[in-house]
C-alpha cells in the first residue's frame, strides 16, 4: 500500500521543509519532494495527514539493558560496584521469563513513547538459553519497536550465572538466534556482544569477534567504563590499556563498537579511529555512575562513528535518545569550555543516522530506501517555542528544550505506534500494572530457576 505522510514541516539533510511530502510503500520510503508534486504524481496514494507536526527520523538507541528498567531507583547515588551488587547482582537471577518479557515490554514503551525507534539491547539474562532472547523479541513484537539484540557473551563466573555461558555455548546460541531472525525478519536483528575485558575472557573476545565477520555484522563490547577497570586490566595483561588488549586479539577492526570508551588515550582514540571503529556514547549513565567523561571531540576529530545510548535504565535513569543529544552536547561543552566542540546538529545526527549506521541497518534518515521509522513533534508545545519563519530554530529546540510532552506521533517500520502522545499496541496503564506486579514478586523473592 503507498501512502503519502503530509507533516507540516519535513527534516531532510540537516534543514527542515515546509509543506513536503514523504511516500511511503509498506515500511520503505520511496520518495520525498513537495507536497502537491507528489498529490499529483502518485493520485492512488493514500493522503496520511501529520497535521502541525514536524517530522524528523525515529532515534536510535544505541546501548540499552532492558531488565535493568525494572531496577530503577534501587542503588542510587552509590560507587559503581555497590551500584552493580545492589541492584543488578541482587536480582538478575530472580527474573522468570514472564519477568525478563515484563522488563522489556516496560523499557520497550516507555523509549518508543519518547520517540526512539530502534534498540540495541546488550543483553546477558540467559538463563533460558536463546528462549531468553525470544522473550525480549516477543515484547519488541508487542510494543512495536525494532530490535537489534547485542547478545552478550560472558564467562567471568564471579557474576549471577544467569549471565554465564562457556565459550562454546555463547558462540552456538548467538548462532542459532542470529540464523533465525537475521536477514528474515526486518524488524529483528542479532549481533554478538562480548561483555568487556573483566566479564569476558580473551578467547571469548576472539569468539565474538569471528562470530561477527560469519555473520556479516558488527559486535559490541564495554570497554574503559570506569578507571579501576583499566588498572585491573593493566594488571593482568603486561601493562596493556583496554584497546591495546583487544588490538593484540586482533579485534580492532571495523566491525567493533566500544562501549562507553570513557578511559581512553590519545593513541587508542586514533587507533580507533584508524581501523573504522565506532563508539556507543552513554552520557548520561556515564555521569549517573560517576564514570569521568569520554573525550567526545577527539572522538570527533578522529572520525569514530558516534551513536547515542542511555544505557539501562537503572544507571541514567531516563529512558530518551533526544535527552542523551542534549546530556552529550552539554557534558562536553562543560568538560572542553568549549560552546563550539559539539553542536545540536552533531548529536542530532548521533542519535539517527549514526546509530543506523553502527547497526548496519537502513533507518535514521528521512530518503528513499530507508525504513519508514518517524517521530511527529509538535511546535506547539511551550518547550518547542519559540519558533522563526526560517525554521532555524526547529533543530536546536528539539534538541535543547524538546520536552516528552512535544512527541506526538511515533511511527516504526510504517505502523503508527503511538498516537497523541500515547502508546496504540500496549497502553501505558496495562504497563505499569505489570510493572507493580513484577516488583511484588521479585521483592518477595520469587526466584528463577537458575536462582543461586
Ligand atoms: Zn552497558
Known amino acids: 500500500m503507498k501512502r503519502l505522510i503530509r507533516p507540516e514541516f519535513l527534516y531532510s539533510n540537516e534543514t527542515f521543509i515546509k509543506e513536503y511530502a514523504v511516500l511511503v510503500e509498506d515500511d520503505y520510503i520511496m520518495e520525498t519532494g513537495p507536497a502537491d508534486e507528489m498529490n499529483r504524481k502518485y493520485p492512488d496514494a493514500v493522503e496520511d495527514i501529520w497535521e502541525n507536526l514536524i517530522l524528523v527520523p ?3 538507541n544505541i546501548h540499552n539493558h532492558c531488565f535493568q528498567s525494572l531496577l530503577r531507583g534501587l542503588a ?10 545492589k541492584a543488578l547482582y541482587a536480582y538478575s537471577n530472580k527474573f522468570t521469563r514472564d519477568h525478563i518479557y515484563q522488563g522489556a515490554v516496560f523499557a520497550f514503551s516507555e523509549m518508543m513513547r519518547h520517540g526512539v525507534t530502534t534498540v540495541c539491547d546488550f543483553f546477558y539474562l540467559h538463563h533460558f ?9 516477543q515484547a519488541a513484537k508487542d510494543v512495536g519497536i525494532r530490535l537489534v539484540i547485542a547478545r552478550t557473551m560472558y564467562d567471568w563466573t564471579g557474576a549471577p550465572k544467569g549471565y554465564v555461558e562457556t565459550v562454546a555455548d555463547a558462540v552456538a546460541n548467538t548462532r542459532t538466534i542470529a540464523k533465525r531472525y537475521n536477514g528474515k525478519d526486518d524488524m529483528v536483528k542479532i549481533i554478538p556482544a562480548p561483555h568487556s575485558l573483566h566479564a569476558a575472557s580473551p578467547a571469548m573476545i576472539q569468539a565474538g569477534h569471528q562470530l561477527a565477520k560469519e555473520l556479516g555484522t558488527g559486535f ?9 577497570q583499566v588498572e585491573d586490566a593493566k594488571k593482568k595483561f603486561n601493562g596493556k590499556t583496554h584497546l591495546e588488549i583487544l ?9 567493533l563498537t566500544i562501549v562507553h570508551g570513557v578511559w581512553l588515550k590519545d593513541t587508542e582514540v586514533e587507533l580507533l579511529g584508524e581501523r573504522g571503529g565506532s563508539l556507543a556514547y552513554c552520557p548520561s549513565s556515564n555521569m549517573f555512575l560517576a564514570d569521568g567523561i569520554t573525550d567526545l571531540p577527539a572522538m570527533l576529530k578522529n572520525h569514530v562513528t558516534i551513536g547515542l545510548g542511555s544505557d539501562g535504565a537503572c544507571s541514567n535513569n531516563r529512558n530518551s535518545v533526544f535527552e ?6 552539554l557534558l562536553q561543552k562543560a568538560n572542553t569550555c568549549d560552546a563550539m566542540c559539539v553542536n545540536y546538529k552533531d548529536v542530532f545526527r548521533m542519535g539517527t543516522e549514526n546509530g543506523g549506521k553502527i547497526l548496519g541497518i537502513p533507518v535514521g534518515k528521512i530518503e528513499k530506501g530507508y525504513k519508514a521509522d518517524f517521530v511527529g513533534i509538535t511546535a506547539e508545545d511551550l518547550s518547542m517555542q519559540p519558533i522563526s519563519e526560517s525554521l532555524e530554530q526547529l533543530l536546536p529546540n528539539i ?9 506526538r506521533k511515533v511511527m516504526v517500520n510504517g505502523t503508527l505506534t503511538v498516537n497523541y502522545g500515547k502508546n496504540l499496541t500496549i497502553p501505558e496503564e496495562d504497563v505499569i500494572k505489570e510493572v507493580k506486579r513484577v516488583m511484588k514478586e521479585l521483592k518477595e523473592g520469587s526466584t528463577g530457576p537458575s536462582a543461586g
Open 58 to 60: 525515529g532515534t536510535v
Open 76 to 85: 542510587c547515588d552509590r560507587p559503581f560496584l555497590e551500584w552493580r551488587d
Open 129 to 137: 538459553g536463546v528462549e531468553s532472547d525470544e522473550l525480549i523479541i
Open 220 to 228: 559490541h563490547i564495554h570497554i574503559a567504563e570506569e578507571k579501576f
Open 247 to 255: 588490538d593484540s586479539l586482533g579485534v580492532v577492526d571495523e566491525t
Open 324 to 329: 542523551e543529544m542534549r546530556m552529550a552536547a
Open 399 to 407: 534538541v535543547y528544550s524538546m520536552q516528552p510532552s512535544a512527541i
